[in-house]
């Protein structure tokens, strides 16, 4: 067996190297996506596949989140005999918290799995290697559109989940627990900042950038047939999900 | 009034193949003669390279002539396919050099590894093509990525080249659509279209039948006989790729076992090169 100290050794030199591999994917991607040519077909098409084709998952889960967060924000703040404060506070968790982290973790789920699927298969079937030998930059070609789709994608999303969500916090509101619709929607009117909206924008704004770049990254460095692709779109996944929270979690303490 | 018809195809292949042999014959005169004559466009010098900590290539050392069809052969394993990667700088060496026209490619990065690219064209032995894209797409991929011809050109030279291959009216279909053999054909066009300085094939005649095998041989070398572009070829099509090429190397357990004109190399009375043309499964090499 290997010593333990050999064992730390290794993994920490394994790990410092993986996440300077990560941070070098980001940094070309970056400087690939400041100069043309930017095939903005291709880019439009990413934005289809990660924006217009989550719009429904995304409108399902905001509505049953904003509906169970005007359920037991009504039940807390009946105790305290605040049930005017529900459509600000509603809004604001759905504007500053739960509308960028929530559609983060669905568009991980439903479009960051399957880049780091579809660039897996195309690393392991040399594709790749294929856009190497033409003479077309890979991360060029393959990362900077998925990149530059979810840095629009992501804030639309965002903006979409937090009006369903408010609009399902209006409907347990109003039609279930009878609140008047003058209050529900005028206190958000008054409490609701820009501040907390520009802030929502930029958390989203960032998911946006970590799921593209974990997930291509992950993708784009698969290995081992079939199991590495699905070790790839595993880890892209968790990664992902891990790195929104924790982001989320530092831009909110910067941010306030 | 008597009329010259035109020679028919089956004229026109019988009078490649002539021309085809002779030029080889010439070859062979001209290296024999004097091998420091014959250019060397690419070159490999003391390649080795590990791959999963097993040695894969154990100092290879090869020129490849300028404006000639050079042939690798070797046993499965041998490590033909990892030598072409290392000759377009998909893979780096551990140690040693390659150089195309005495620049060597390992110094190279970015932009200009980039434009270096652009004067090969690779095909796979997987094929490698892109899933997403159909066959048309995929053929003229290179041409809309990498130069600024006009859509129109574009389909021309696609509908040329899938006729080339024997792929007319397949445009339209998917990868996962086709036959392994189709899929070999479609990634074969792709690797001719751009027409560049040097086209390196892995395997263009494998899982093919003999008769479109053949019909890729006349093509191949007809497109050489056009263009005179360095061509490099690996082939398990033994005896009959000694027929289609001027130079072969021969690869074994990582090293360059013997290297010189198709003729001299199929007269060789090295055992271990004359087992491999037999297919022998008793000899030198040990397979079971
Ligand atoms: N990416 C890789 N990682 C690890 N080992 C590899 C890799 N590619 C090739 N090898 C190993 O290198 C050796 C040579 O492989 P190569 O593909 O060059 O063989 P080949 O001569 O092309 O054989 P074939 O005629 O079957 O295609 C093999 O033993 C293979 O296991
Ligand atoms: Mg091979």
């Known amino acids: 067996m290997a010593h333990p100290v050999l064992l730390l050794g290794t993994t920490a030199l394994q790990v410092t190297r993986e996440t300077g591999r990560m941070f070098l994917f980001l940094l070309q991607t970056i400087l690939a996506s400041l100069s043309p040519p930017w095939r903005l077909r291709n880019v439009f098409k990413q934005i289809h596949f990660i924006g217009m084709r989550s719009l429904f998952v995304i409108a399902l889960t905001s509505v049953f989140a904003g509906m169970v967060l005007a359920l037991q924000g009504y039940y807390t703040l009946s105790r305290f005999g605040s049930e005017a404060l529900l459509g600000p506070a509603v809004a604001l968790s759905m504007i500053r ?22 660039l897996g298969i195309m690393r392991i079937r040399e594709q790749i290697d294929a856009l190497d030998v033409m003479g077309v930059p890979p991360i060029r070609f393959l990362a900077v559109p998925r990149f530059l789709a979810g840095l629009v994608a992501l804030p639309l999303l965002t903006v979409i989940f937090d009006v369903i969500g408010i609009w399902g916090g209006y409907l347990v509101a109003v039609q279930l627990l009878g609140m008047s619709a003058g209050t529900y929607l005028g206190g958000i009117e008054s409490a609701v900042s820009m501040h907390d909206v520009t802030t929502g924008l930029i958390k989203a704004l960032c998911f946006g950038i970590v799921i593209t770049w974990v997930c291509s ?32 979690y530092f831009i909110t303490a910067m941010m306030l | 009034m008597t009329t010259h018809p035109s020679p028919t195809t089956t ?19 001209r290296y024999h003669d004097n091998p420091a004559a014959i250019v060397p466009i690419l070159s490999m010098q003391g390649v080795t390279k590990h791959l999963d900590g097993r040695m894969v290539l154990n100092g290879i050392d090869l020129d490849i002539p300028k404006q000639a069809i050079t042939a690798i052969i070797g046993i499965s394993g041998s490590g033909k396919s990892v030598t072409l990667k290392h000759l377009v700088g998909l893979m780096r060496p551990d140690s040693g050099i390659v150089a195309l026209n005495g620049q060597n490619l390992g110094s190279l990065s970015g932009k200009k590894l980039q434009a270096v690219r652009r004067r090969f064209s690779l095909l796979f032995q997987g094929g490698a093509l892109f899933d997403s894209l159909n066959v048309f797409d995929n053929v003229a991929f290179p041409l809309r990525e990498t130069t600024r011809t006009s859509e129109s050109e574009i389909q021309t030279r696609v509908f040329g080249a899938l006729e080339d291959v024997n792929l007319s009216g397949m445009g339209h279909k998917f990868p996962d659509e086709l036959s392994g053999g189709m899929n070999k054909r479609a990634a074969l066009a792709r690797a001719l279209i751009t027409r560049p300085e040097i086209i390196l094939l892995d395997e263009p005649t494998a899982g093919l039948d003999p008769i479109i095998e053949n019909a890729i041989h006349h093509l191949i070398c007809d497109t050489f006989l056009r263009t005179r572009t360095t061509m490099v070829v690996i082939s398990h099509a033994v005896p009959a790729i000694f027929k289609w090429c001027h130079h072969v190397i021969v690869l074994h357990q990582g090293k360059v076992l013997a290297s010189g004109p198709a003729m001299t190399i199929m007269d060789s009375s090295d055992p271990v090169i004359r087992q491999f043309i037999r297919g022998e499964v008793d000899g030198p090499i040990h397979i079971l």
């Open chain 1, 97 to 118: 918290e739960l509308g960028p982290v929530l559609s983060g973790l669905m568009i991980t789920g439903r479009a960051g799995s399957a880049i780091a699927a579809e």
């Open chain 1, 217 to 248: 990254y992950k993708g784009y460095f698969a290995r081992r047939g079939a199991e590495g692709v699905s070790h790839a779109t595993t880890s892209a996944v968790v990664l992902s999900s891990v790195l929104i929270l924790v982001s989320d």
């Open chain 2, 11 to 29: 004229e026109l292949r019988a009078r490649l193949a002539d021309t085809f042999s002779e030029e080889c014959r010439e070859y062979r005169q």
